[in-house]
């Protein structure tokens, strides 16, 4: 989700300093799944990869496909 998408409400103090984010509830669990999307990248980043060949072959082995 892209920042410019986020339709936030800003809650502010008494001097107008922002101190709290208001999101509707449906950007706030697309936030979510990006969050836990990019810790399963991050968590994968050295693993082996696969050329699409590879992978097409595999998945029509195990009839996948």
Known sequence: ?????????YIADESGKR????L????FEKLLED????AILAK???EPTVTYTELM???KRDRLL
């Open 24 to 27: 509707p509830i449906a950007e």
């Open 35 to 38: 969050l836990e999307d990019l």
């Open 44 to 46: 994968r980043k050295n």
């Open 57 to 59: 072959a595999e998945l």
């Open 19 to 22: 101190i709290s984010v208001i």
């Open 1 to 9: 989700m892209h920042i410019e998408n986020l339709h936030p409400l």
